[in-house]
C-alpha cells in the first residue's frame, strides 16, 4: 500500500500515526542516528487504512509487538508544523497531520523490555525504555508527548515547530 505523503518543492505533507506506548511505568521512544531527540514509534498511515489500524501495523513492524484492542486509544490530533535544515543548508518545510495513540502494554506481554534494543525494520535506529522521571528531562518530539505521559483525555492542537523564516 501506498504512504500518504506528498512533497511540493523541497515541502513535505504527511499523514502520520505515533504511539506513546507505557510498560511497567516506562515509556518507550526511538531515537534516529545523529539525533538528539527522542520521537515517538509511528509512521505513515497507508491509503485506505485507518488511523487505529496503522498505529497496530507500526509498532508490531518497529517493535515488534501486535497491540491488542483493549490496550490502546486515541489521546492526540495534531497539525504539526516544523522544518529543518538539511545538510546542503536547504529548508524543508513540513505539515503532518498526526493521530497519537496511547498504548498501555500489560506487564505479562511478549515484548523486550531491554532498556535498549533494535528497532525491528531499522536496523540503525533504537528504541529505548525510559522511566517518567528521564522522559520528563529528555528532549521529546513532538513536544505534546511529554503531557501525554499524564494525560489520557482527547486533546486537537495546532504545534508550530518551526525555526526558521517562513
Known amino acids: 500500500m501506498k504512504d500518504i505523503k506528498f512533497k511540493e518543492g523541497n515541502d513535505l505533507f504527511n499523514y502520520r500515526v505515533a504511539a506513546v506506548i507505557e510498560l511497567n511505568s516506562k515509556y518507550l521512544f526511538q531515537k534516529m542516528p545523529n539525533d538528539t531527540n527522542y520521537t515517538l ?15 497496530v501495523r507500526e509498532v508490531l513492524e518497529e517493535v515488534g ?35 497519537i ?18 528497532m525491528k525494520d531499522k536496523d540503525n535506529t533504537t528504541l529505548h525504555w525510559l522511566s517518567y522521571d528521564e522522559a ?16 489520557d483525555t482527547l486533546h486537537y492542537e495546532i504545534i508550530n515547530d518551526c525555526k526558521y523564516e517562513k
Open 101 to 118: 495513540y496511547k498504548v498501555n502494554i500489560s506487564e505479562q506481554a511478549n515484548i523486550t523490555k531491554d532498556a535498549t534494543f533494535v
Open 65 to 99: 509487538y501486535d497491540i491488542t484492542d483493549d490496550e490502546f486509544h486515541v489521546a492526540e490530533i495534531a497539525e504539526n508544523f516544523f522544518d529543518y535544515k538539511d545538510n546542503d543548508g536547504v529548508i524543508h518545510k513540513v505539515h503532518t497531520l498526526l493521530f
Open 136 to 151: 520528563k528531562k529528555a528532549s521529546i518530539l513532538p513536544s505534546v508527548a511529554k503531557r501525554l505521559l499524564e494525560e
Open 41 to 55: 514509534v509511528g509512521g505513515r498511515v497507508h491509503f485506505m487504512e485507518t488511523t487505529k489500524e496503522a498505529v
